[in-house]
Each structure stands twice: as structure tokens, then as C-alpha cells.
Nanobody
Framework: QVQLVESGGGLVQAGGSLRLSCAAS????????MGWYRQAPGKQRELVAA???????TYADSVKGRFTISRDDVKNTVYLQMNSLKPEDTAVYYC????????????WGPGTQVTVSS
């Protein structure tokens, strides 16, 4: 199975930007949909954005217009550009296969922490 390593998180002030990267251990060309998820303390993990291998994207209402997901199947990397960050964006961000491909046994990497100060 593919191993995914997230990076790019950090501490930023509200209104700032971050670019997250998800590096895969092998080709993601065959993975139809890749997604970014996040989990805030005390909350369920939620889908933030997803992108198909055809370039179709979907975003959570809370981030639409501020975040942009992209993928580079040559570099085997998925990105999440986050602009106009808000304190409520604070969470650990994870990448994985798209929602329909997730299973109870699907594993998750360590994620990358994003903290937005007010």
C-alpha cells in the first residue's frame, strides 16, 4: 500500500497562508481521488478537499474560496494551498485516498499540525 507523508504545517496568524504537501511512496496515478482531511481536538475527522485524477475538485463549505487542492502525479504529491487562514482551521491535517475509498482498516499517517492564532 502507498505510504503518505504530510508536511508544511506550522503556526501562522489569522489571515496568513500555508502550503501543505503530501508525498506518496509510490505512484498515485491509479488512485482516482485523493483528499485532505483534518481533525481538530475533540472533533471528528472531516474531509477538507478532494481531487480526482481528472482534476475535478470538491471542498468543504468552510474552506471553499480559501483553500485549493492540487495533485502532481509525476511527483506523486498532493498539495493544499491554504489562504486567509482562520483560527477555526486549527487542526492536524492528513492526506489519504478519497472518501469513497476509505475503509475501517485504512491507515493514517502522522499528519501535519496547522495552528492559526487570532
Amino acid at each position: 500500500q502507498v505510504q503518505l507523508v504530510e508536511s508544511g504545517g506550522g503556526l501562522v496568524q489569522a489571515g496568513g497562508s500555508l502550503r501543505l504537501s503530501c508525498a506518496a511512496s509510490r505512484s498515485i496515478f491509479s488512485i482516482n481521488v485523493m483528499g485532505w482531511y483534518r481533525q481538530a481536538p475533540g472533533k471528528q475527522r472531516e474531509l477538507v478537499a478532494a481531487i480526482s485524477n481528472g482534476g475535478a475538485t470538491t471542498y468543504a463549505d468552510s474552506v471553499k474560496g480559501r483553500f485549493t487542492i492540487s495533485r502532481d502525479d509525476v511527483k506523486n504529491t498532493v498539495y493544499l494551498q491554504m489562504n486567509s487562514l482562520k483560527p477555526e482551521d486549527t487542526a492536524v491535517y492528513y492526506c489519504n485516498v478519497g472518501p469513497t475509498l476509505l475503509r475501517r482498516f485504512t491507515t493514517w499517517g502522522p499528519g501535519t499540525q496547522v495552528t492559526v492564532s487570532s
